[in-house]
């Protein structure tokens, strides 16, 4: 046996509103509570759903009160016994405890226990008599009395029949048998008849329910008297055990059906959100559409202008096809003249030499006029003619020495101009090879730019489309939207409606099923 340790033997009172109230499957396995439950026990939810109930019992009881349970309960009858708790910090707590079997299909579907604030005399009689169950003695109050109400009858009915019979010792015999054979008839007969009904009245109290235990803690009587009280003791407490579950299940009712409120309630601001949401949705939707349009007639410009950049691009390609062209053409010909004024300047080394030639002779010639002249002189007037002839010659020589200097210095600069001339068409040269290059690069450049101006184009008459698409499918969504809207209006009233349903649907199962159980166990004492 499960002992749940430790206590601090500290009494909680139960309180006459408190309705303390489970449910446990056919193993004893706990399966609801309620809040009064709770409170009384101090455990949580969480700690006793799923849990064996001995949870909360409380080592001070007796063994023998819980076989009786089980065994009545099994047999498919409702046990009814003072049950000493323990709370989850070692106190306790005292209970008149109801527990009944819920039948299904003649098979235990789970055990219901209702219980209730016991009075204080049934507290005092439990702890004489539970002790000594927990020792396995039967107190001496529970064992069974010889003096019934009949017994007692006829034992009273002897007494006044011996005190009939010595009053009428005095009388003649054959008088005094005949009045005391009379007087034990008649006492007999009218035993007979007067405790009939009470006989019958013990024994439907004893079909309605026997414990000999409970019998004892409930009335303080070993008797048929404490037998008709402890059935209808017994009764009432069926009945509230009924109440009882009617009115958890009514708080549970009026707890689903605040809560209900409020998620109807919620559901409304949700509903209302949805449509307010829906109602936006559509108007941007329609917006859309109108975006879309725009962005299809975009597209279409889009689409009309990067044709345009393509036949640009076309042109462009042509031209720098063209100057392409010019340029290599432009590059030879700058290499031909440049060969050229090549030429050109070596003729001019050549000159150069022949001046050299020509200034040689005309300083030869100078020297010979001088000589000449010198000769002149000395030949007088012989010579004269010799002597004009050579300073003519000298002066001849000495302009022909000076147009050899300037024809030098014409012919270097000349060089110079060549070499500088060269030196540019050389670069020209180069940087036309470059330009030449780089029209090559940049044809083959607009060659990309060309396929990828194509496939623009391409995109743009696809996006026109998928555009034209998406505007009319915006449309369709818009017109779902209000479909929606309705369909949620209506989806909002049936699913609350159905939450609803459901929820009082189980409730009325568990009620029908209590008010059944009861009903037939009321029709099966008659």
Known sequence: MRENLPVTQYEIRVSATQNILSTTQPDGKIK????????????????????????????????????????????????????????????????????????????????????????????????????????????????????????????????????????????????????????????????????????QLVTQAKAIHTDNVGRYIYTGKNSDIGQIQFAFIYQNAEASSLIGRMSDSAKQLKISTVSLSAVVESNDKAADTQFSMTDRAAAAIEEMSMSVQEVARNASSASDAANDSLAITKASQIKLNQNKDSILKLSEEVSTAATLIESLRKSSNDITSVLDVIRGIAEQTNLLALNAAIEAARAGDAGRGFSVVADEVRSLATRTQVSTEEIQKMIETLQTGTKDAVDSMNSSQKHAIICANESQEMVSQLNEIRGSVGNITDMAAKIATAVDQQS???????????????????????????????????????????????????????
Not at 36 to 46: P, Q, R, V
Not at 478 to 506: K, P
């Open 472 to 526: 009319s499918v915006a449309t369709e969504i818009s017109n779902n939207l209000l479909d929606i809207r309705q369909l949620a209006q209506e989806n909002l009233e049936s699913t609350v409606a159905a939450d609803a349903c459901q929820s009082f649907d189980l409730m009325a199962t568990d009620m029908d099923e209590l008010a059944n159980q009861f009903w037939n166990k009321k029709m099966s004492n008659k």
């Open 32 to 199: 609801y509570i309620n809040q009064d439950f709770l409170d009384i026990s101090g455990f949580t939810k969480d700690e006793l759903i799923g849990q064996d109930h001995n949870i909360v019992r409380h080592p001070d009881m007796p063994p023998a009160a819980f076989k009786g349970l089980w065994d009545t309960v099994n047999n498919h009858d409702s046990w009814l016994g003072l049950v000493k708790n323990r709370c989850k910090n070692g106190d306790h707590y005292y209970v008149s405890a109801f527990a009944s079997p819920i039948i299904k299909d003649n098979k235990i579907f789970e055990i219901q226990s209702v219980r209730t604030m016991p009075n204080q005399e049934t507290i005092e009689r439990a702890d004489v008599i539970y002790p000594q169950l927990k020792e396995d003695k039967t107190p001496r109050v529970l064992n069974d009395n010889f003096l019934t109400l009949t017994n007692k009858t006829l034992i009273f009915l002897a007494v006044v029949f011996s005190l009939t019979l010595a009053s009428l010792s005095l009388g003649s015999t054959q008088t005094i048998f005949a009045a005391i054979t009379a007087l034990g008839l008649i006492s007999l007969v009218g035993s007979f008849f007067i405790l009939a009904p009470f006989r």
